[in-house]
């Protein structure tokens, strides 16, 4: 009889436990089916409330999952593996300008291979090639000076002459000097800045702008020689380093006497003119010091092979480099020290106009 009560009473303690467990697990699965519900109820309320983890945003529902990739994507937008749609959509949605956010310096540039392989990329984030308006173009030179803060570089060309005001320009395109020294750091560094590298051009990366393109910026790479002569002048809300009115100036001389050498036609001629007229106008209206023409300054302009045949072509230019700050005669010579030396005369006047030089 006591073997009998003792067997009787473990299988009866066996079948109470296994009850217990059962329903403890029935209850355990009844919360959190409820737990499931609530969560799925509040996402469908608030969509983009979606609870944070080390990893970004991750929804522990399933039912979150699409809504978690396309906001994963989102915010990969500024590293170029999205469509014009999606860019333009996250900008209207956080009101930040993709690739901008990027501004803040990281641990260390990217490495020489990476910049070179290229940022991953598909047929729709080829760079646009239609002109930029004079705010697209500031905006692109406002993130150019964000990124490359701690690199030597000199924005020119259409760009720096829209910045500097020139409305009648919309370049395709920015256009850098960078010395020869550092030509893989501004690749590098612009890489790790989350800027797009273009695949096979490796003097080549784009930004995204607020209207959801990608604007190009081209590098163009000079003598560390000729770098040191460059002056630049660094803009006071962008941080941005521009080339100086003169160097524009000397920038379109060296074009000009090129484009003798080479016999071109008379229409390319007489659109390095307009341009030079405009810098000029652009000087006597400026009155700044670090953009007055002078023999240290204008050294392209001073040469024999740009002063004698330009002079002669478009006689109305010597005054006007009388006002940019050149002392020159009746003849076209500078004064004092002969036809291409000369002191600076601090000379005002000028009006704006338009330009159709390009480079």
Same mark, same amino acid.
């Not at 697990?25 to 983890?53: D, F, G, V």
């Not at 051009?201 to 000729?226: A, E, H, M, W, Y």
């Not at 330009?310 to 005669?329: C, I, N, Q, R």
């Given at each position: 009889m006591t073997f009998r009560r003792r067997l009787f009473g473990a299988v009866l303690d066996f079948f109470s436990c296994r009850?217990?467990?059962?329903?403890?697990?029935?209850?355990?699965?009844?919360?959190?089916?409820?737990?499931?519900?609530?969560?799925?109820?509040?996402?469908?309320?608030?969509?983009?409330?979606?609870?944070?983890?080390?990893?970004?945003r991750r929804p522990a529902w399933p039912q979150a999952r699409l809504s978690q990739r396309l906001q994963k994507d989102e915010e990969t937008a500024s590293v170029g593996l999205l469509s014009q749609d999606k860019v333009r959509q996250n900008w209207e949605n956080t009101g930040k300008i993709p690739g901008a956010q990027h501004a803040a310096l990281p641990s260390k540039p990217a490495s020489v291979r990476q910049a070179n392989r290229g940022t991953r990329r598909g047929p729709e984030l080829e760079p646009a090639t239609t002109g930029m308006n004079p705010a697209t173009v500031r905006e692109v030179i406002n993130i150019i000076g964000r990124v490359l803060e701690h690199v030597p570089y000199a924005i020119c060309g259409q760009a720096a002459?829209?910045?500097?005001?020139?409305?009648?320009?919309?370049?395709?395109?920015?256009?850098?000097?960078?010395?020869?020294?550092? !030509?893989d750091v501004v690749r590098c560094w612009a890489v790790a800045q989350g800027l797009n590298s273009v695949p096979g051009?490796?003097?080549?990366?784009?930004?995204?702008?607020?209207?959801?393109?990608? !604007?190009?910026?081209?590098?163009?790479?000079?003598?560390?020689?000729?770098?040191d002569?460059?002056?630049t002048f660094k803009a006071t809300t962008s941080k941005a380093r521009l080339m100086t009115l003169p160097g524009l100036a000397n920038q379109i001389a060296r074009a000009y006497v090129a484009d003798l050498k080479s016999q071109t036609s008379q229409r390319r001629q007489q659109g390095f003119?307009?341009?030079?007229?405009?810098?000029?106008? !652009?000087?006597?209206?400026?009155?700044?010091?670090?953009?007055?023409?002078?023999?240290?300054?204008?050294?392209?302009?001073?040469?024999?092979?740009?002063?004698?045949?330009?002079?002669?072509?478009?006689?109305?230019?010597?005054?006007?480099?009388?006002?940019?700050?050149?002392?020159?005669?009746e003849d076209g010579?500078?004064?004092?020290?002969?036809?291409?030396?000369?002191?600076?005369?601090? !000379?005002?006047?000028?009006?704006?106009?338009?330009?159709?030089?390009?480079?």
């Open positions: 009850t217990a467990r059962m329903k403890k697990r029935a209850i355990k699965r009844r919360q959190k089916q409820e737990k499931k519900q609530k969560q799925a109820q509040r996402c469908q309320a608030e969509p983009r409330q979606l609870p944070k983890t080390a990893y970004g002459m829209v910045y500097y005001g020139n409305e009648y320009y919309e370049p395709p395109h920015v256009s850098i000097l960078v010395p020869d020294a550092s !030509r051009q490796p003097n080549c990366f784009t930004v995204v702008t607020r209207d959801g393109l990608f !604007r190009s910026v081209r590098v163009k790479i000079i003598k560390d020689s000729s770098f002569s460059v002056i003119a307009r341009d030079m007229r405009w810098v000029l106008r !652009r000087i006597a209206a400026v009155r700044a010091d670090e953009h007055w023409l002078s023999p240290e300054t204008a050294k392209e302009v001073l040469k024999a092979e740009f002063w004698l045949p330009f002079t002669s072509s478009f006689p109305e230019t010597v005054l006007m480099f009388a006002h940019a700050g050149l002392d020159v005669d010579c500078l004064m004092d020290d002969g036809c291409y030396g000369g002191q600076v005369s601090p !000379r005002r006047g000028g009006e704006l106009t338009g330009s159709l030089w390009a480079f």
